[in-house]
């Protein structure tokens, strides 16, 4: 993992791309739940021009009623642009009569295509998404574009406790548990500056059992593997897993053994903004 953040920073450094629009509000953003599956991108709500969010060649073009394979396939109107290195740049739900005229090469900035709704857009907008096809990734465009300005703290919104015969437990509501494995399911929603109260999904959420670390969810990536989405959750986990407890994230499973414990939940966002919980429990 650490090898492969190394790469994407230095990616960053080489291609230093911009968001594609500087306007309106970010609606959903890289990892979000949307009703049990991960949104592998951001969208903006806005009017007006979408630009190259670096120099690049336009690879394809599609209006939602043409079709293709082999390229990663957002819904409604949409773009994909090489940037080298394998990362290609994605824009869709766009104005659907703003499609380019022909595939070229582009500068950095320029106007390729109209805000606008098109595929199962619900409000004018676009979407904006970023696929490494080398390693097979989907990536988090703020791990290669600076993230927005920020200053508020994710807000952890539950936190449930299930064991394995799938019966759930609120650690704020109960203090005493019995010993054996449970997995942590968490609910967090962040919101931005300037983006009004849109909830939106954090970039990293922990857990810790007695101060040791048990288990974690990243969205920085989302893998590909014989067509299955997988999630960073410790190690490769399909989304399908993580997502099952919607709204909330599966973030790990952790062991309770006899006598006091204190579990400690932490959510941050990408500007390192920080939340956390903490319960302290009498294990029986």
């Keep these: 993992m650490k090898k492969y953040l190394a790469l994407i920073f230095a990616l960053s450094s080489l291609h230093g791309m911009d968001w594609p629009t500087q306007e309106g509000r970010m609606s959903r953003n890289f990892g979000w739940n949307d009703h049990g599956k991960p949104v592998m991108g951001v969208c903006f709500e806005v009017e007006g021009p979408i630009r190259a969010a670096d120099a690049g060649e336009i690879l394809f073009?599609?209006?939602?009623?043409?079709?293709?394979?082999?390229?990663?396939?957002p819904l409604g109107a949409w773009i994909a642009m090489d940037h080298g290195d394998g990362l290609v740049s994605i824009y869709s739900r766009?104005?659907?009569?703003?499609?380019p005229e022909t595939l070229s090469l582009v500068e950095k900035n320029t106007d390729i295509a109209?805000?606008?709704?098109?595929?199962?857009?619900?409000?004018?907008?676009?979407?904006?998404?970023v696929f490494d096809r080398r390693e097979r990734r989907w990536v988090n465009p703020t791990m290669i574009i600076t993230p927005l300005p920020d200053t508020r703290p994710p807000n952890i919104l539950s936190v449930t406790l299930k064991n394995e015969?799938?019966?759930?437990?609120?650690?704020?509501?109960?203090?005493n548990v019995n010993q054996g494995r449970y997995t942590v399911i968490v609910e967090v929603s962040d919101?931005?500056?300037?983006?009004?109260?849109?909830?939106?999904?954090?970039?990293?959420?922990?857990?810790?059992?007695?101060?040791?670390?048990q288990g974690y969810l990243n969205f920085e990536t989302f893998s590909v593997r014989d067509g299955i989405a997988m999630a960073y959750r410790n190690s490769l986990a399909p989304v399908r897993q993580v997502y099952a407890s919607y709204p909330g994230f599966e973030i790990g499973d952790i062991a309770f053994t006899r006598g006091q414990v204190t579990l400690e939940i932490i959510a941050l966002d990408n500007a390192q903004n920080s939340r956390n919980v903490i319960y302290r429990l009498q294990v029986d």
């Design 61 to 73: 073009y599609s209006s939602p009623d043409s079709t293709a394979s082999r390229i990663p396939s």
């Design 94 to 99: 766009f104005d659907e009569t703003q499609l």
């Design 114 to 129: 109209v805000a606008g709704k098109s595929g199962r857009s619900g409000t004018g907008g676009f979407c904006f998404s």
């Design 165 to 175: 015969s799938d019966k759930t437990i609120n650690p704020a509501q109960t203090r």
């Design 191 to 213: 919101t931005r500056e300037n983006n009004g109260d849109l909830p939106l999904a954090p970039f990293r959420i922990m857990c810790s059992l007695n101060g040791v670390e």
